[in-house]
């Protein structure tokens, strides 16, 4: 719902891990990938805190080209089918998760996190999905995954570690239930995450466009391990909530800060 001040207010009320809970905005709804509105040169700004620290599955805001989107094209809906993953977006995800296709980048916690994916066309994941059985058989589970990691490439950086394997003597990096502002910048070659206007990742490696604005916040996990377990699912959850506010999105140059 929008906030008197001129926000939004993201909510999901309290339940137990039998159903999914969802609140999202987003700008791609109803439309196929290739006329999702974004691309570089563009940056997003905005200031945004949530209810709790150590919410119980996944919320955000950013970009990316809702991969497992499927939709067969009634009702109005665009033909979709699931795709590779490209993203660039603040993610914070539960310790029940782990969505890293690599052994040396974060799976959980508050993240900066790009995926880059080849152009393959959306048709040529379809037999794949008949292989999905296979991820129970431990074995070719971690096999999958060590495919699957070169070919997604991707790089995180923490903002804020999970309560569950935080070192104790590591500081609380970021407290997310206080208002802080937070933006990304995107260029061709280059895209730039701030918290507070403090770059916390700068990296060459950029997502494929076109890609869609999406803000949410939802109980749901999902994880692909090293060790090659892999599950999803819903989980027990608080009434929870994310507010937003100052949304900008820009395709004409930087927000203010320093490089």
């Not at 006329?35 to 997003?44: G, K, S, T, V, Y």
């Amino acid at each position: 719902m929008q906030t008197q001040h001129g926000g939004w207010r993201l909510s999901i009320p309290a339940g137990t891990a039998n159903a999914y809970r969802l609140a999202q905005l987003d700008d791609y709804w109803r439309l196929p990938r290739p006329r999702f509105a974004w691309q570089p040169p563009m940056n997003i700004a905005l200031r945004a805190r949530v209810s709790a620290p150590h919410l119980p599955g996944t919320w955000g805001f950013g970009l990316w080209n809702d991969p497992f989107g499927i939709s067969l094209g009634f009702g109005g809906h665009p033909l979709r089918f699931p795709c590779l993953p490209n993203a660039a977006w603040f993610f914070h995800a539960s310790p029940e998760n782990h969505l890293s296709f690599r052994d040396d980048q974060p799976g959980n916690g508050f993240l900066a996190q790009v995926f880059r994916s080849p152009p393959w066309p959306d048709w040529m994941l379809m037999p794949a999905l008949i292989g999905v059985p296979l991820l129970a058989i431990r074995s070719v589970s971690r096999l999958i995954r060590r495919l699957a990691g070169k070919i997604i490439r991707e790089q995180a950086e923490m903002c804020a570690a999970p309560l569950e394997t935080r070192r104790t003597s590591e500081p609380i990096s970021l407290d997310v239930t206080q208002w802080h502002a937070y933006s990304l910048e995107w260029s061709p070659n280059r895209i730039v995450f701030r918290v507070d206007h403090v770059p916390v990742l700068a990296t060459s490696l950029v997502p494929r466009p076109p890609l869609g604005l999406v803000i949410w916040i939802d109980n749901q996990y999902a994880a692909w391990h090293p060790d090659g377990r892999f599950g999803f699912g819903v989980l027990e959850n608080p009434a929870a909530w994310l507010e937003i506010e100052n949304l900008s999105l820009n395709a004409s140059g930087p927000p203010a800060g320093p490089a």
